[in-house]
């Protein structure tokens, strides 16, 4: 029995050592482009960024979400494809308040995930002009594009390569609406 119990675990012992050995030498074989970084950064910003759409409590300007999502892709001409799905909330707007989504939901959603802020008034829906094309350059260039080895020109191109596709998904599948755009646009259509 203790030889069997001394076998069984000499085994384990050797198994997992030649696992980690193997996986050791994986990593070095890997080598990650910019586009698997830049992919990477946009990643953790939309993670990290899209309870501001879902969790907003701001009455009267923002649509209420159940949830958002997002696809991110860079295709072989260096074009950043970016897809948010962002889902209205079932409960309010089968049985409670009856609302079809405008492009200017489309913007606000934008808006918010990079900005953090509505770019709307809130009795209007005018835009007030708190969010510009600059602006949102420069939140996308700070918060995505903040590397050490990318230069300004190459910041400019990626960033203009760079488009979104918004989806407002209602409840009620013909009132979906879709607008897009460059991220950086001041109005998305």
């Given amino acids: 029995m ?3 119990k001394n076998f069984f675990l000499s085994n384990i012992i050797l198994l997992f050592v030649l696992i980690i050995n193997t ?6 074989n890997i080598s990650p482009t910019i586009k698997d970084l830049i992919l990477m950064k946009y ?3 939309f993670l990290k960024n899209q309870d501001r759409v879902i969790s907003s409590r701001k009455v009267g300007l923002m649509v209420k979400y159940q949830s958002l999502n997002y696809e991110l892709k860079i295709d072989k001409d260096n074009n950043t494809n970016i897809r948010i799905n962002a889902i209205m909330d079932k409960n309010r707007y089968l049985k409670k308040k009856k609302y079809k989504p405008k492009i200017t939901d489309c913007n606000i959603v934008r808006n918010k995930i990079v ?3 509505f770019g709307y008034n809130a009795l209007t829906l005018k835009k007030n002009y708190s969010i510009t094309e600059d602006v949102l350059f420069e939140y996308i260039k700070n918060n995505i594009f903040n590397l050490q080895n990318i230069k300004e020109d ?4 990626l960033i203009d390569k760079t488009s979104v596709t918004i989806n407002i998904i209602h409840p009620i599948s013909k009132f979906n609406l879709s607008c897009s755009g460059k991220l950086s646009d001041t109005q998305l259509y």
């Fill in 115 to 117: 900005t953090n802020k």
């Fill in 154 to 157: 190459q910041i400019i191109s």
């Fill in 43 to 45: 990643e953790i910003f």
């Fill in 2 to 4: 203790e030889i069997c």
């Fill in 23 to 28: 996986q050791a030498s994986n990593f070095e």
